[in-house]
């Protein structure tokens, strides 16, 4: 089956950054980055549609993340620029979506790391 594990969470300040990476044993069209912080539902924060290496963020990180691949290596990264507090949760990577990339039913996902940015 397809394992995802990520690395690279960590604490920082306001403003500083921060890069995660997540191991994949394979590659799927959709591979894609989510978050959730406490008490919310898990959103989506980067996609990457690997067949054609298109990516899609929301307002929310737009201009502040991005999501690459490295394909020798089977890994995803997530590079976070500028962190907020609000970006302060748990980060997933996922891959393999049924209804299209830009949904949360995605199949597979790592354990996830920790992102806490303080003020």
């Known amino acids: 089956r397809l394992r995802l594990v990520e690395s690279g969470g960590g604490s920082v300040q306001t403003g500083e950054s921060l890069r995660l990476s997540c191991a994949a044993s394979?590659?799927?069209?959709?591979m894609a980055w989510f978050r959730q912080a406490p008490g919310k539902e898990r959103e989506w924060v980067a996609i990457?549609?690997?067949?054609?290496?298109?990516?899609v963020y929301p307002d929310s990180v737009k201009g502040r993340f991005t999501i690459s691949r490295d394909n020798a290596k089977n890994t995803l990264y997530l590079q976070m620029n500028s962190l907020q507090p609000e970006d302060t949760a748990i980060y997933y990577c996922?891959?393999?979506?049924?209804?299209?990339?830009?949904?949360?039913?995605?199949?597979?996902w790592g354990q996830g790391t920790q992102v806490t940015v303080s003020s």
């Open positions: 990457l549609y690997t067949n054609d290496g298109a990516t």
């Open positions: 394979q590659s799927r069209v959709c």
């Open positions: 996922a891959a393999e979506s049924r209804y299209g990339c830009r949904s949360t039913n995605y199949i597979y």
